[in-house]
């Protein structure tokens, strides 16, 4: 999967090339015996995972009327007796594969054990990180990707197995390049002279399902990637899924803490590996994911060259460029690598929540920063989509964890498909409100997205969850370009780096899902909480697509709908309160700036501390802290970047509508009663009520 991924450093080692004005075209590779045993090892594994159809009876008729010829008595036979030999060479080479991976991992874990009881386990990290990695390339693909998973897992591995296990990424053994050039002849139909002007003698980088050339097209001149499959990697691949799916349907029937379906997990992943082994479905995913998001100048997803790609044979533009992990060398070029997973973790949040198509497998070697600043993508053999329903509930669930509002929590699993409708989500809510009380103690910043998932998890294993496969790969991704940023900055936190994308979609968008979880977050027991709103205005411009248009429009649509007529009786009510904080406060503001003589002339010497209106100093700081704030949120529209004024223009038109005239009006007349009611208390000096008193909190 991710020999695409490493296709090139800055700068690039030179590369023996092989021209073909001064060298012949590849031999055709392979032996006779070695294609006789990429066929039969073919059998033997479509054997495995295809159920073999037995020939249809024959006829009731056609028996009756004459016995079967010989000839075909003889073939039925013969076919017989082949199917018995394909199932007796399954067997054996299932129970090879199996002693083989049992042996080869059971070893690595007794010593481990043994240097555990020696107290040598510290000392001996390196050799075993060395013999892990070891054992990974030896065991084949299935492996190496479990390999190239934990090598970017800080939190999981010693630093030791990190640099080891990240070898997994571009140091794997080679195939020959006799067979590579001839599967590119027998591929495309073409002589490798006449595609190439010139082609490296020796793979740029290998990787577990293929591997890479630097090549320049004869047409054009231009530098491309050659990515080549691996031979027999098909076959290899489908034993040992036949393997782990029958492990599968033990822990299926004998494991009771699992409540997934590991067979169906199994297959998932199966047929996400057995895309990734087409490429040219990878070239197809890879132009899809290069019209959704390389708009942004920041990021770079290379080009395909479709006449030269095929289903074992890629060709792609060349990228020259550091991978992500390899922070020295990326500060020598004057970049900086968290400017860079900054530019990913934006990225991957459009994939997520936007589009929903994403990149499913981030690791260091999928990710090159270029000499230029920009985030290369690479490798689009894992690829997945987040349903359209579950971009809104994963945002409304990060809203609905703020708010501790744990029973929206659990109800959003229904929405996310974690529960089936008839699942009763009430016991659910004290383990989240266990977890997530002490969770939500940090502050945002604060908080390692690791702990939160962690944590979840926790929570899922006890009830009868069934995470979907897009959900998995998703905190893997988030995960990963967590683990990228802690190489650079152990305290980085990609929760606090995504939540400005979160205000800026709460804000903005206009899914009923999110306005509700906007209206969830901002109202709380009938009263609005201006400070939410100023949070999520201060965030939310950080993101540069943030408009302070598009953030007034959902909300007024909401508000002026069919079905607001709830939302419309607290914004009177706090329409009136913020007019009143804005009208008494300025009285306060010229009382305070009045000196003490024309005080007492006015007020006729009953002017006090308290100030010149008939309310406590605690209520008088709190209306003077609500027009502060209000007074904030205005400057921060304004000094949006791309505000305009006539974003009100729409507001004005809207307002001319029936319904609005009628908002209109009972603002207006809650307005005058509220100042009414408080100039008649000015006049008779009578203490506020509790009424009163209640309205201005």
Request: proline share 6%; aromatic share 8%; charged share 25%.
């Amino acid at each position: 999967m991710s020999a695409m991924a490493v296709v090139a450093r800055i700068p690039p080692t030179p590369t023996p090339t092989r021209r073909f004005s001064e060298a012949s075209s590849s031999s055709s590779g392979c032996s006779s015996s070695r294609r006789r045993w990429g066929r039969r090892r073919s059998q033997l594994v479509r054997a495995a995972i295809v159920e073999a159809t037995p020939p249809p009876p024959p006829s009731s008729s056609s028996s009756s009327s004459s016995s079967p010829a010989p000839l075909v008595l003889e073939s039925r036979q013969r076919q017989s007796q082949r199917q018995r030999e394909r199932t007796e060479d399954l067997q054996a080479e299932a129970v090879r594969r199996a002693v083989e991976i049992v042996i080869a991992l059971g070893s690595f874990g007794v010593s481990l054990g043994l240097d555990r009881s020696r107290g040598d386990l510290d000392r001996n990290k390196r050799f075993r990180a060395a013999q892990l990695r070891r054992i990974f390339t030896r065991l084949g693909p299935t492996f190496v990707k479990l390999g190239q998973g934990l090598s970017t897992r800080p939190d999981l591995c010693p630093p030791e197995y990190l640099e080891e296990l990240s070898q997994l990424q571009d140091a794997l053994p080679t195939f020959p390049d006799e067979e590579a050039f001839s599967c590119i002849e027998r591929e495309l139909g073409l002589s490798l002279d006449s595609i190439f002007s010139s082609i490296s003698a020796s793979p740029i980088a290998a990787a577990s399902l293929g591997q890479v050339y630097k090549a320049q097209l004869k047409y054009s001149g231009q530098v491309v990637a050659v990515k080549v499959q691996r031979p027999a990697i098909e076959e290899a691949i489908g034993l040992d899924f036949y393997l782990i799916r029958g492990l599968g349907f033990l822990i299926n029937k004998y494991v009771d803490i699992i409540s997934s379906d590991v067979v169906a997990l199994i297959d998932e992943f199966a047929s996400r590996v057995y895309q990734e082994l087409n490429y040219v479905q990878e070239a197809q995913n890879a132009r899809r994911f290069r019209k959704l998001y390389a708009d942004r100048e920041d990021i770079l997803v290379p080009d395909i060259f479709w006449d030269y790609t095929g289903t074992k044979v890629l060709t792609m533009e060349w990228v020259d460029g550091v991978k992500l992990n390899e922070q020295v060398a990326i500060e020598k070029q004057g970049l900086k690598v968290l400017d860079l997973v900054n530019t990913g973790i934006q990225c991957s949040l459009r994939q997520l929540l936007e589009y929903g198509y994403f990149h499913a497998d981030p690791h260091p070697g999928n990710l090159l920063a270029t000499p230029d600043g920009k985030l290369a993508f690479l490798d689009f053999g894992m690829m997945s989509e987040t349903p359209e329903e579950a971009r809104s509930a994963i945002i409304g669930h990060v809203v609905h964890m703020v708010n501790r509002d744990y029973e929206a929590m659990a109800r959003d699993y229904y929405a996310l498909d974690f529960l089936s409708p008839d699942v009763d989500v009430s016991p659910i809510v004290p383990a989240l409100r266990d977890f997530f009380d002490d969770a939500l103690n940090y502050t945002v910043s604060e908080l390692n997205f690791k702990t939160l998932v962690d944590g979840l998890g926790n929570v899922l294993y006890q009830y009868p969850f069934n995470v979907p496969a897009y959900y998995a790969l998703i905190l893997r991704s988030l995960t990963v370009l967590e683990g990228l940023a802690l190489y650079a900055d152990p305290n980085f936190k990609v929760l606090a780096a995504s939540y400005p994308y979160f205000a800026k979609r709460l804000l903005t968008d206009s899914s009923p899902y999110l306005r509700d979880a906007l209206i969830e977050l901002l109202f709380k027991d009938g009263k609005f909480r201006w400070n939410r709103l100023e949070n999520l205005l201060v965030e939310g411009r950080k993101d540069r697509d943030f408009s302070a248009k598009d953030a007034l429009q959902p909300v007024l649509k909401l508000l002026l709908g069919p079905d607001g007529e709830e939302l419309r009786v607290l914004v009177i009510k706090e329409a009136v309160r913020v007019t009143e904080a804005f009208v008494l406060g300025s009285v306060i503001d010229a009382y305070s700036s009045m000196p003490d003589m024309v005080r007492s002339l006015i007020f006729n010497g009953n002017g006090n501390s308290s100030g010149p209106l008939v309310m406590s100093n605690t209520e008088q700081q709190r209306m003077i802290e609500l027009r502060n704030r209000v007074s904030r949120i205005w400057q921060l529209l304004q000094s949006s970047e791309n505000f305009d004024p006539t974003t009100l223009q729409p507001i004005l038109q809207v307002l001319q509508q029936p319904e609005a005239r009628d908002l209109g009006g009972r603002v207006i007349g809650g307005i005058t009663r509220r100042l009414a009611a408080r100039l008649l208390q000015q006049v008779l000096r009578l203490p506020p009520t509790s009424s009163a008193s209640a309205s201005t909190s």
